[in-house]
């Protein structure tokens, strides 16, 4: 099954000749747009969470976490914080709770949209100290730059949140123009190709890597 892992095929070969058009405008042009009432209520189970465990306590969101192994890692690897897993999609984790039971006691699965949550805690003026996007839907066709993060009316609220920014791709066409629109705002990232992991971070990195795909990263501090 891993063996047989497409890699991204795309009309876009380069950067997008409208990203900075379309980033420029969501940077100066605040997303209003209603926020859902599921989305409140993760929220208000997290900021609950958050008040029990310490507030005082260092915050890292893995965005998009899917099966939840890239959080429990990262909730492994900094005891100290508190780790929430995001993810829109409730059988990935109920799979995570089987999977790794029992999960660390500094980490929480939250179901939610990214966005919705990326708002509500900028709202709230809370700020990450990690915030980790690994392997997000790419949209490679070129007509779909506005659904990519960086392409979105959220993605000002992505740099609001502050911390370090680390993002992985099997396409480097999506990481360098996150780079790009990070540069727009004045922050400096890098994009380098992903060492071989002895632990893949999450499932789609394993199966990446068992095909033979080359991988990418993006860090930056914001």
């Known amino acids: 099954?891993?063996?047989?892992?497409?890699?991204?095929?795309?009309?876009?070969?380069?950067?997008?000749?409208?990203?900075?058009?379309?980033?420029?405008?969501?940077?100066?042009?605040?997303?209003?747009?209603?926020?859902?009432?599921?989305?409140?209520?993760?929220?208000?189970?997290?900021?609950?969470?958050?008040?029990?465990?310490?507030?005082?306590?260092?915050?890292?969101?893995?965005?998009?976490?899917?099966?939840?192994?890239?959080?429990?890692?990262?909730?492994?690897?900094?005891?100290?914080a508190l780790v929430v897993g995001a993810d829109q999609s409730r059988d990935r984790l109920d799979r995570a709770g089987r999977r790794f039971s029992p999960l660390p006691d500094n980490l929480l699965l939250l179901r939610t949209d990214c966005a919705g949550l990326w708002r509500l805690m900028a709202q709230a003026q809370w700020r990450l100290q990690r915030h980790q996007i690994l392997y997000p839907n790419p949209w490679p066709k070129g007509a779909h730059l506005k659904r990519r993060w960086h392409g979105h009316p959220v993605w000002p609220t992505v740099l609001a949140l502050g911390g370090t920014l680390e993002m992985r791709s099997n396409w480097?066409?999506?990481?360098?123009?996150?780079?790009?629109?990070?540069?727009?705002?004045?922050?400096?990232?890098?994009?380098?190709?992903?060492?071989?992991?002895?632990?893949?971070?999450?499932?789609?990195?394993?199966?990446?890597?068992?095909?033979?795909?080359?991988?990418?990263q993006l860090s930056a501090t914001l």
Not at 6 to 16: A, I, L, T, W
Not at 19 to 32: A, I, S, T, Y
């Open 1 to 80: 099954m891993f063996a047989n892992s497409r890699q991204v095929q795309s009309n876009q070969q380069g950067v997008h000749q409208d990203l900075e058009k379309v980033v420029r405008r969501h940077l100066e042009n605040p997303w209003r747009a209603p926020i859902a009432e599921h989305d409140q209520q993760a929220f208000a189970r997290l900021s609950e969470w958050r008040r029990q465990q310490g507030v005082e306590r260092a915050l890292m969101l893995d965005s998009g976490c899917g099966t939840g192994r890239s959080s429990v890692a990262l909730a492994r690897r900094f005891p100290e």
């Open 172 to 216: 480097p066409v999506y990481l360098y123009e996150v780079e790009a629109a990070l540069a727009l705002s004045g922050v400096q990232a890098r994009v380098a190709t992903l060492a071989l992991q002895d632990a893949p971070a999450t499932d789609f990195e394993e199966k990446y890597q068992a095909s033979g795909q080359s991988l990418w």
